[in-house]
């Protein structure tokens, strides 16, 4: 059975995205970390032909493209000595993300990536613990501890700015 790259990209594009977006913080950035996933399963067609392990490709790159994304941006506000523009929120934002859900993403992104990665990854994108372990390349109780930690965390986070 061969991989169907096109149905992947019409059947998982839109929750790639919006799986990135809220790990790099942008819809720009969020897609080309998608396409950038996208062009490197098409590179890797010959070697991949289970179409669930090629979805799994798919979030391991996307979950690798945002790490990547957001230690270059580091790296080049780590070298700016001149003071970045104010930019304003994308005027498409509050489409993306509903004004209830501000508080809770702005606490999730208070913690560490790991435990962001997780609670993505279980509660957006609703993967089992076995499919996060093996997007991760975490076990199954790494996991489990890391979600709990991570969840702990983010309660009192929420429960300090209330």
Same mark, same amino acid.
């Given at each position: 059975?061969?991989?169907?790259?096109?149905?992947?990209?019409?059947?998982?594009?839109?929750?790639?995205?919006?799986?990135?977006?809220?790990?790099?913080?942008?819809?720009?950035?969020?897609?080309?970390?998608?396409?950038?996933?996208?062009?490197?399963?098409?590179?890797?067609? *010959?070697?991949?032909? @289970?179409?669930? &392990?090629? %979805? #799994?490709?798919?979030?391991? $790159?996307? =979950?690798?493209?945002? !790490?990547?994304?957001?230690?270059?941006?580091?790296?080049?506000?780590?070298?700016?000595?001149?003071?970045?523009?104010?930019? *304003?929120?994308?005027? @498409?934002?509050? &489409?993306? %993300? #509903?004004?209830?859900?501000? $508080?809770? =993403?702005?606490?999730? !992104?208070?913690?560490?990536?790991?435990?962001?990665?997780?609670?993505?990854?279980?509660?957006?994108?609703?993967?089992?613990?076995?499919?996060?372990?093996?997007?991760?390349?975490?076990?199954?109780?790494?996991?489990? $501890?890391?979600?709990?930690?991570?969840?702990?965390?983010?309660?009192?986070?929420?429960?300090?700015?209330?």
């Amino acid at each position: 059975m061969d991989v169907d790259v096109a149905a992947l990209y019409a059947e998982h594009r839109l929750g790639l995205v919006r799986m990135a977006v809220l790990l790099v913080d942008g819809t720009p950035a969020a897609e080309d970390v998608v396409h950038d996933a996208f062009l490197a399963l098409h590179r890797k067609l *010959g070697t991949i032909r @289970d179409p669930q &392990a090629a %979805l #799994a490709y798919l979030r391991r $790159s996307v =979950l690798n493209g945002a !790490r990547d994304a957001l230690r270059r941006r580091r790296t080049v506000r780590a070298h700016l000595r001149v003071a970045e523009p104010d930019v *304003g929120a994308a005027a @498409d934002e509050p &489409a993306l %993300l #509903a004004d209830e859900h501000a $508080s809770l =993403l702005a606490a999730v !992104r208070t913690l560490p990536a790991r435990d962001q990665e997780v609670l993505l990854l279980r509660y957006w994108s609703e993967l089992s613990e076995a499919d996060i372990a093996a997007t991760l390349g975490i076990s199954r109780g790494t996991v489990k $501890s890391t979600a709990s930690r991570a969840l702990d965390k983010l309660q009192k986070a929420l429960e300090a700015t209330r």
